[in-house]
């Protein structure tokens, strides 16, 4: 890997695409449609790889508002959490890139009992500076492998 002088606005770049990553898992753990939504350029291209990398692609979404389905399905669960990891961001001057590493956990109830849905999914990602702020301009969610389980207590 590379390294290259981190400059000040280099850093305050890197730092504002990290936390519009969190962001992104933190709205959706909260069922915050609206925000989460506004992450995202009004063009954006969404694309999900139910089947993870090297598969065809499961869903295409163009445009901001037809995100709102992919949004509203998490209603389905009790509760989410999303775990980011690893990121690797690379930047232009006013583009940029990132992959993300992401085990999002998805807790329901079925026949009675309590279970966890672990998704362990890639995010890669483009972003575009729009008056001076980053926002997702495509966003690739590949689903890399899944876990179900049922939950003790």
Same mark, same amino acid.
């Given at each position: 890997?590379?390294?290259?002088?981190?400059? !000040?606005?280099?850093?305050?770049?890197?730092?504002?695409?990290?936390?519009?990553?969190?962001?992104?898992?933190?709205?959706?753990?909260?069922?915050?449609?609206?925000?989460?939504?506004?992450?995202?350029?009004?063009?954006?291209?969404?694309?999900?790889?139910? $089947?993870?990398?090297? $598969? !065809?692609?499961?869903?295409? &979404?163009?445009?901001?508002?037809?995100?709102? !389905?992919?949004?509203?399905? &998490? $209603?389905?669960?009790?509760?989410?959490?999303?775990? $980011?990891?690893?990121?690797?961001?690379? &930047?232009?001057?006013?583009?940029?890139?990132?992959?993300?590493?992401?085990?999002?956990?998805?807790?329901?109830?079925?026949?009675?009992?309590?279970?966890?849905?672990?998704?362990?999914?890639?995010?890669?990602?483009?972003?575009?500076?729009?008056?001076?702020?980053?926002?997702?301009?495509?966003?690739?969610?590949?689903?890399?492998?899944?876990?179900?389980?049922? &939950?003790?207590?």
């Amino acid at each position: 890997m590379e390294h290259h002088l981190l400059t !000040p606005q280099h850093a305050t770049d890197r730092l504002a695409i990290r936390e519009l990553i969190d962001s992104y898992a933190r709205c959706a753990d909260r069922r915050e449609a609206d925000e989460q939504r506004a992450l995202f350029t009004e063009d954006t291209q969404f694309t999900v790889y139910m $089947n993870g990398a090297g $598969n !065809p692609a499961t869903e295409e &979404l163009r445009g901001r508002e037809a995100l709102i !389905p992919v949004f509203d399905a &998490l $209603n389905q669960y009790d509760v989410t959490m999303h775990f $980011n990891g690893q990121c690797t961001i690379r &930047l232009a001057e006013h583009a940029a890139a990132a992959e993300t590493y992401c085990i999002a956990h998805h807790v329901f109830s079925k026949d009675g009992e309590r279970q966890v849905f672990a998704a362990y999914l890639r995010y890669e990602d483009e972003f575009a500076k729009e008056q001076g702020s980053w926002r997702f301009a495509s966003r690739k969610l590949y689903v890399e492998f899944t876990d179900s389980r049922q &939950l003790a207590g």
